[in-house]
């Protein structure tokens, strides 16, 4: 018997309710460390899931800066191969910023793979 219990892949896509206004703008700025406050506390499209969404994925880039410099730092200590690791998470933090621009622009939602659901700071 086929055991078709793959997870759900599809990518969910915003509707034209949770698009008003500049909602795109906003969740494309909340991928810049600190603008995600714009979209949080300042725009008028602050109640939009879709902006809510891109603003849980910020501050959860922000957390893993924080704690990725930390550790960063950390490996910085050991020669050569701590060199290197402490050089690649910024780039992999870039990547998944990258990442959530294109989704902002494309008009889908947006998880951090898989770490945006099991970890909502903000609820939408």
Not at 32 to 46: F, H, N, Q, V, Y
Request: aromatic letters at 8%.
């Amino acid at each position: 018997m086929e055991n078709n219990t793959a997870p759900n892949t599809e990518k969910r896509m915003a509707t034209e309710a949770e698009l008003q206004g500049n909602a795109v703008i906003y969740a494309v700025l909340c991928y810049i460390c600190p603008l995600w406050l714009i979209g949080l506390l300042a725009s008028p499209e602050k109640d939009s899931a879709f902006v809510k969404n891109h603003v849980n994925c910020g501050i959860l880039l922000s957390i893993a800066g924080v704690a990725s410099g930390v550790i960063a730092g950390i490996l910085a200590l050991i020669p050569v191969v701590g060199w290197i690791l402490a050089g690649l998470v910024p780039v992999a933090l870039l990547v998944v910023a990258i990442l959530g621009i294109v989704a902002a622009v494309q008009k889908e939602f947006f998880t951090i793979f898989g770490l945006a659901d099991k970890m909502q700071i903000i609820k939408y």
